[in-house]
């Protein structure tokens, strides 16, 4: 009986299935994805309780009083009927202020505390003056370093350890030399295809269950308000990590394609770190600094960090985005053809680290 | 019950022919092959024999579209080998490996699955498989985790997993254990026997002169001899004779035409300059001594080998 060769894709998604079953099957990849969601939960709960100011302050309070503290929704109000029952009850300590009219202050309120002035209740009882921005409105600056913190070290992350597993994986199959038999089976580009594809499958799968659970998570605790502020940036952040991500891999299978034992993998990977860690520590420093954040949003390794930054802080055009992401699917796909030249050239080399050159030049 | 399904499987075909034509091939400017041409024939055995370095290991890798040769072609049944024809090949490497963390059944299925098997097809094939290699209580196990020996009856198994139509195997025997050997034969028969052009090579030459039909000679990148057993045989065993007599045969060494090679008491190895000249030598030793034994020298396949590579 005769089989006849699988097709591109088939081949394809055999690769793609084997890598993303023996990722799954390891204990390491399952106990750091759990890891990582739990961290990203946490911060968003713990940021959630630091943010809040804990327990309303309790006040007692008498009809237009009453009712006016209840609207400030600042203050947790017992209704009482007159002045006397409003006092005995800051003296019993109860609570914590008493406030009811009077038509003496200009407030028409008046606050009894028991032996200091009870600040935040009379700041929620003044009446503020109307205010009007003249300008955009500000960020909160600690938002901004969490967003930026969290772009880059998911980026940074993500891409270290998915972009690790395909160059261990390449290496592998080099070392115990399987690559000669999936060579007979297989053409190159289908084998480092399916590689690229599977991994790049799980990295996209992970980047996606964090904002998930970032999602969910700022929903859960109130903070609906940060969702739709962070939102569209996080959206940008999935497309750019997609294109991104399938760049990197292309690098890091190539690079691992150039030498043939595990112990020199660190070497040969160095320079594939470095374009990986330079948008880390760039938009970590230079989040305020409007001239390199704009040039990191169209530089292809640092696009899937700048530009969604810039979409968080409103300072990209709407047409940017979609012009950055252009210029990354088009370095992506070169990178994709040099680095499958350099795996295919690399994949039989067997000894020492192969040149750069040598793997560029013929077979 | 898979194990028979598999052997019916292959019964059914007719034998093809493999054929390499003018493969050249150079690393750098370094010359690896050079103007190769030979045949496989299908339901024969071929050795192919050659020193370490002769370029064995290159033509393979050429047959099986590893790697390209800057010239030539290899043909199957006369049609030319391109992409997706190699996964009728069954491919044994000389540098054995295979998935370490993955379970040996799963790896079979795995590779018979990327020969374009269906998973069902995949199964039954390495059941199969494991069984006639005697595996079969290891299927569940990790391949790192299995004895050298099974490592290595593991590896045969996937180039064999996908039902071949033809065999290329590069040094299947180095380092297999007496037992292994046998199990190994019989398969690589069994395939022959389907009419499957199976090739492989060995530096073991009391190996390939038992086992093999047909022979290739490979030394500096050039086949200096290739054909049957016998005819390599007979065309080296022509002009050389042996004879056995009952006394002295030292007059040998003064006779006409004749070179002694080797020479004890009654009996000598010599080469001849015409078939004359060999049956004037026949005429005079029975006229001095009875000869027990006259007889054209049939060289050993290790003669044979030095005399070509020379």
């Not at chain 1, 903070?223 to 294109?243: M, T, Y």
């Not at chain 1, 990191?296 to 012009?323: K, Q």
């Not at chain 2, 016998?230 to 050389?240: I, M």
């Amino acid at each position: 009986m005769t089989y006849t060769s699988p097709s591109t894709g088939s081949g394809i998604r055999l690769v793609a299935e084997r890598e993303i079953r023996m990722r799954l099957r390891s204990k390491a990849f399952v106990i750091s994805t759990i890891v990582l969601m739990a961290a990203v939960l946490g911060s968003i709960v713990i940021g959630n309780l630091v943010g809040s100011s804990g327990e309303l302050t309790k006040v007692a309070a008498s009809g237009a009083a009453a009712e006016y503290a209840e609207s400030t929704k600042a203050l947790d109000v017992t209704e009482v009927s007159g002045l006397d029952e409003a006092k005995q009850l800051v003296i019993d300590g109860e609570v914590d202020a008493a406030v009811v009219p009077d038509t003496a202050s200009p407030s028409g309120f008046k606050v009894y505390g028991l032996d200091e002035a009870p600040g935040d209740v009379i700041s929620v009882m003044s009446l503020p003056p109307s205010v009007e921005l003249l300008g955009e409105p500000g960020q909160n600056p600690f938002l901004i370093y969490l967003v930026s913190f969290g772009f880059g070290l998911l980026f940074f992350m993500s891409a270290l350890t998915f972009g690790q597993i395909i160059a261990q994986s390449v290496v592998e199959e080099k070392q115990t030399r399987i690559v000669e038999i999936l060579m007979a089976t297989l053409p190159v580009r289908v084998l480092l295809a399916g590689k690229i594809i599977g991994n790049s499958l799980l990295a996209f799968g992970q980047i996606v269950a964090v904002a998930a659970v970032a999602g969910i998570g700022l929903l859960a605790t109130g903070q609906d308000l940060i969702l739709a502020e962070i939102g569209p940036s996080i959206v940008w952040f999935i497309v750019f990590f997609a294109f991104g991500f399938l760049m990197l891999a292309a690098l890091y299978a190539a690079a691992a394609a150039l030498v043939s034992r595990t112990e020199d993998l660190g070497s040969a990977l160095t320079p594939v770190t470095m374009i990986v860690m330079i948008p880390y520590f760039g938009v970590i420093f230079f989040k305020d600094n409007d001239l390199v954040l704009t040039i990191m949003s169209y530089v292809p390794f640092a696009a899937p960090v700048g530009m969604p930054m810039r979409v968080f802080l409103g300072t990209a055009e709407w047409w940017e985005p979609i012009l950055s992401l252009g210029i990354l699917i088009v370095t992506t796909a070169a990178t994709i053809v040099v680095g499958s030249r350099i795996y295919a050239n690399g994949l039989l080399r067997m000894g020492g680290q192969v040149k750069l050159k040598d793997a560029l030049s013929r077979s | 019950m898979c194990h028979r399904h598999w052997l019916r499987t292959v019964g059914t075909m007719n034998p093809s022919l493999l054929e390499v034509h003018n493969v050249t091939r150079s690393y750098g400017s370094r010359a690896v092959l050079k103007d190769v041409s030979f045949a496989v024939r299908g339901g024969r055995i071929t050795g192919f024999v050659g020193s370490n370095g002769a370029g064995k290991t290159t033509t393979m890798r050429v047959i099986l579209g590893v790697l390209a040769p800057d010239s030539g072609s290899v043909t199957l049944d006369g049609q030319q080998l391109g992409e997706g024809q190699r996964t009728r090949f069954g491919y044994m490497p000389e540098e054995r490996g295979l998935y370490p963390k993955m379970k040996l059944a799963e790896q079979l299925v795995y590779l018979g699955r990327l020969h374009g098997m269906s998973s069902e097809q995949a199964k039954a094939s390495t059941d199969g498989l494991l069984e006639r290699l005697s595996l079969t209580e290891r299927a569940d196990t990790l391949v790192e985790a299995l004895s050298l020996g099974n490592q290595q009856r593991a590896q045969i198994a996937a180039a064999l997993v996908h039902e071949p139509e033809v065999l290329v195997l590069d040094e299947p025997f180095s380092g297999l254990d007496p037992l292994a050997v046998e199990s190994v034969l019989a398969v690589l028969k069994d395939r022959a026997d389907a009419g499957v052009p199976v090739l492989f090579s060995s530096h073991q030459l009391d190996i390939v002169e038992r086992l093999c039909d047909d022979l290739v000679v490979i030394a500096d990148g050039q086949i200096r001899a290739s054909g049957s057993r016998e005819q390599l045989r007979s065309e080296h065993a022509k002009d050389r004779f042996e004879l056995q007599v009952d006394g002295d045969a030292g007059w040998l060494q003064s006779e006409k035409g004749v070179t002694v090679l080797e020479f004890a008491g009654g009996y000598a190895l010599f080469e001849v300059d015409s078939p004359a000249t060999a049956q004037r030598v026949l005429t005079s030793a029975l006229a001095k001594s009875p000869v027990l034994r006259f007889t054209p020298s049939q060289p050993s396949l290790a003669t044979i080998f030095k005399e070509v590579i020379k």
